[in-house]
């Protein structure tokens, strides 16, 4: 446990000197917002559109279109957010070997042992469907995790925009996060914020509650 003197304000903290005075730990109020950042994605596959938006700093904005109905916007304070992305990348190419033998090997064996042609329709019209597979089934993404833990926050989908926009909102993510990391006390000081935020994520269902606890344990094993 922490004793009286490792006990911190929750409600007020700033940093002498620091450039970026927090009064609050808690997400500002909406009429504040100085927004500075956005970023649209727009998936066929999932047949949705998020906008983020990256505002007063360190603050993030996630809104979801998902076949035309709106989610409940998510606000992730980058603080709590661990400084470099997870790179999630599979492109099945277990799913493109399989489907290219099913072309390469009938072919061969019709060249030694000729038969009827409508039997090499059946291994084609397979290979077609592993390869629709492979490419409907493909990830690559940069996860972006809880600080301290493996719970992913949010994620960027690397192939539903250009790679350089991608790599481009990256960079304005991880300024945010290292911005507000910079306002965070050293030591033990930091685990009640931390927290606090875990939990406010977990009550607006950003996060699950089993993750909540997970995170929560991760911090007080400090």
């Known amino acids: 446990m922490m004793d009286q003197a490792e006990n911190i304000n929750l409600d007020s903290w700033n940093l002498p000197g620091n450039d970026m005075q927090r009064q609050t730990w808690a997400v500002p109020p909406r009429k504040t917002w100085r927004v ?66 099913l072309l390469i090997l009938p072919a061969s064996v019709y060249s030694l042992v000729p ?40 994620y960027i989908d690397a192939l539903a925009t250009d790679q350089e926009k991608v790599t481009a909102f990256i960079e304005t993510v ?21 927290v606090v935020e875990m939990r406010r994520l977990a009550g607006e269902g950003v996060i699950t509650s089993g993750q909540y606890e997970t995170i929560k344990r991760n911090w007080f094993s400090l």
């Open 36 to 101: 500075e950042n956005k970023f649209r994605q727009t998936s066929g596959r999932g047949k949705t559109s998020t906008l983020f938006k990256r505002f007063n700093g360190h603050y993030l904005s996630i809104k979801t279109h998902r076949r035309r109905k709106e989610l409940p916007e998510q606000v992730i304070d980058l603080t709590f957010v661990e400084p470099t992305p997870r790179e999630v990348k599979d492109y099945r190419y277990a799913l493109w070997f399989f489907s290219v033998c």
């Open 115 to 154: 038969f009827s042609p409508l039997w090499l329709g059946v291994p084609v019209v397979v290979s077609l469907i592993l390869m629709l597979a492979a490419v409907c089934l493909r990830r690559h993404r940069f996860d972006f995790l809880a600080l301290n833990s493996d719970v992913v926050l949010f």
């Open 174 to 194: 991880c300024d945010g996060i290292a911005r507000g990391q910079r306002q965070l006390p050293v030591g033990k000081q930091r685990i009640p914020l931390a």
